[in-house]
């Protein structure tokens, strides 16, 4: 009877050492591959198997908590909230690195930080002040028409030459060009999108582009600082890049 | 020792066995309870958020009498200062990067220590507003439910309609004719130049929205002028160069935008109100909080 107690506690206390010993590699080795993820230059991180690993999958489950509500649970956006889609290559600020997607998910966009972007808004332009901050004249609903048509022409889908053509000397009375750019390609220092592609952040329907232009529009991403760690913003980061790189995922 | 029970003949055994007290049994399960308890406080110690050790947290590039300098900022200030990618930079050029925000933080804990976050209007400026934005930042990064939106929108439906659109003339009667007569013949379809009317030349750039109609019509009119249906033809409205006559070509009203048009919208605004309701409400509480004294002849 004492020898069977003896082999059976021995056995339990076998087990037991095993599950601490396990649990407790398993949490140091992570605990040190999710500080090297931080020590990293975090553009390296995707091509670094180990860290891209525990980045991934901690960044997964960030996304969906925080992230998810706007963007969408495969990242594809919303444009009915203007929130990018953060799948393609297009990108409204900067290069779309890790490190610029780590600050603006600790920033923000137009999110009251002022570490964030907040450089410029698209002007209400059926209102009698447009833009708070720069003086630009109101427009007509013809003109408006006219800038619709304009746009249209870039994805060939005018649909009256004569007002696409009044559309071309609106673009530069209104200021557009001081923002978007005289190519309309868009400022990545500011966020103003490209217009000439067939990428849209909030829709490009006729009655979509109308609707921007009359009312303008301010997209907010909001700032995480003070609610992730600075883990998990990596970790976010790091998904969120690999969202729009999926080669470099599987590489 | 004599006075002690018996132990059992073979020590192994008996350590094992729980029916038997034994003194080695007892030391060896306190040294492993010591043992994992000191584990425990140990990794709390070096991985709790906010702990603050002797070595340099892995998020941060480093530690100025405690207060972290983050790795992200400084990488964003490299490539902003040399405009390369951080793997371009050199380990020289991070480190002057380095060397300056120590510097900045150095100075802003001298100058907090010497009071100017009291003294300074800028700085006073900037504290308040960055206190604001504090607010205004961490309202924001919940994104309100659905229903929520669905109702904020149903009980400011007016916000979201869309700008009016008024096509109209504005005529105005020569001194001496009756403006009675001349809108009796406009109300059926005589031409304004018969009668005499000239326009006004404010609206005559076809169709406008409200808020331009309004600009040049002025508020008086304009309050007539968004009431009238398409083809009338207002009263003579006396005004100081003379009576003036509005003929409504088209009043297209304002219309709600659906809500799928206006979701944009109506989250920023669901957020700002939110906003404006936390901002009162912290100041409320730093008043209750606080110990303000007023002087008596300021009560």
């Given amino acids: 009877m004492a020898v069977r107690l003896k082999t059976r506690s021995a056995v339990w206390?076998?087990?037991?050492?095993?599950?601490?010993?396990?649990?407790?590699?398993?949490?140091?080795?992570?605990?040190?591959?999710?500080?090297?993820?931080l020590r990293a230059d975090p553009d390296a991180i995707l091509r670094d198997p180990r860290l891209r690993s525990v980045a991934l999958t901690n960044g997964k489950r960030v996304f969906d908590k925080h992230c998810a509500a706007c963007h969408g649970p495969d990242g594809r956006g919303d444009i009915t909230l203007g929130a990018s889609d953060l799948t393609d290559s297009d990108t409204l600020y900067g290069t779309g690195s890790v490190a610029q997607i780590e600050e603006i998910a600790r920033y923000g966009i137009r999110a009251g930080n002022k570490h964030?972007?907040?450089?410029?808004?698209?002007?209400?332009y059926a209102s009698k002040v447009p833009d708070a901050a720069e003086a630009l004249p109101p427009q007509s609903p013809a003109q408006i028409e006219d800038l619709t048509q304009y746009l249209l022409s870039f994805t060939g889908r005018t649909t009256d030459v004569s007002a696409m053509k009044r559309g071309i000397t609106a673009y530069t009375k209104a200021g557009c060009w001081d923002c978007h750019g005289r190519d309309l390609g868009g400022d990545p220092a500011i966020?103003?999108?490209?217009?000439?592609d067939a990428v849209w952040l909030y829709g490009?329907?006729?009655?979509?582009?109308?609707?921007?232009?009359?009312?303008?529009?301010?997209?907010?991403?909001?700032?995480?600082?003070?609610?992730?760690?600075?883990?998990?913003?990596?970790?976010?980061?790091?998904?969120?890049?690999?969202?729009?790189?999926?080669?470099?995922?599987?590489? | 020792m004599s006075k002690q029970p018996p132990l059992a003949s073979d020590p192994q055994v008996a350590i094992w066995d729980i029916h038997q007290p034994v003194g080695r049994r007892s030391m060896l399960l306190a040294a492993a309870a010591s043992l994992i308890g000191l584990a425990i406080a140990g990794y709390g110690?070096?991985?709790?958020?906010?702990?603050?050790?002797?070595?340099?947290?892995?998020?941060?590039?480093?530690?100025?009498?405690?207060?972290?300098?983050?790795?992200?900022?400084?990488?964003?200030?490299?490539?902003?200062?040399?405009?390369?990618?951080l793997a371009q930079t050199t380990l020289a050029q991070r480190q002057k990067v380095l060397e300056d925000m120590i510097r900045e933080e150095l100075y802003v804990q001298r100058g907090i220590e010497m009071g100017l976050s009291n003294d300074d209007i800028d700085v006073r400026q900037a504290l308040v507003q960055a206190t604001e934005g504090q607010i205004a930042q961490d309202a924001m990064t919940s994104k309100p439910a659905e229903d929520e939106l669905a109702t904020w929108y149903g009980s400011h439906m007016e916000k979201y309609a869309s700008e009016g659109l008024v096509t109209l003339h504005e005529w105005l009667v020569p001194r001496g004719s009756d403006g009675?007569?001349?809108?009796?013949?406009?109300?059926?379809?005589?031409?304004?130049?018969?009668?005499?009317?000239?326009?006004?030349?404010?609206?005559?750039?076809?169709?406008?929205?409200?808020f331009a109609a309004e600009q040049h019509l002025g508020e008086p009119l304009f309050a007539i002028a968004r009431k009238m249906e398409d083809g009338t033809v207002s009263a003579p409205i006396p005004m100081p160069d003379g009576l003036h006559i509005l003929q409504m070509i088209r009043n297209k009203r304002p219309v709600t935008t659906p809500y799928a048009q206006a979701r944009d919208q109506v989250l920023a605004d669901f957020l700002a109100d939110k906003v404006a309701r936390l901002q009162a409400g912290n100041q409320r509480f730093l008043k209750k909080r606080a110990d303000i004294k007023i002087a008596s002849d300021l009560k």
């Fill in chain 2, 45 to 85: 110690l070096f991985t709790a958020q906010g702990t603050r050790t002797a070595a340099v947290p892995a998020e941060d590039a480093a530690l100025v009498n405690n207060v972290p300098i983050l790795r992200a900022d400084l990488i964003a200030q490299i490539t902003a200062l040399y405009s390369v990618p």
């Fill in chain 1, 13 to 37: 206390a076998a087990v037991v050492l095993a599950i601490a010993g396990t649990t407790a590699g398993l949490s140091w080795w992570r605990a040190s591959a999710q500080a090297d993820v």
């Fill in chain 1, 116 to 124: 964030g972007w907040n450089l410029a808004v698209m002007p209400a």
């Fill in chain 1, 204 to 251: 490009g329907r006729p009655e979509d582009i109308r609707r921007t232009l009359q009312r303008g529009r301010a997209g907010k991403s909001p700032a995480f600082a003070r609610v992730l760690t600075a883990a998990e913003l990596r970790n976010v980061a790091v998904y969120t890049a690999s969202l729009a790189h999926p080669g470099q995922e599987t590489k």
């Fill in chain 2, 180 to 210: 009675q007569q001349a809108v009796a013949a406009l109300r059926k379809g005589a031409a304004p130049a018969s009668l005499g009317l000239k326009t006004t030349g404010r609206v005559d750039d076809g169709e406008e929205f409200y």
């Fill in chain 1, 191 to 196: 966020g103003a999108p490209n217009l000439t």
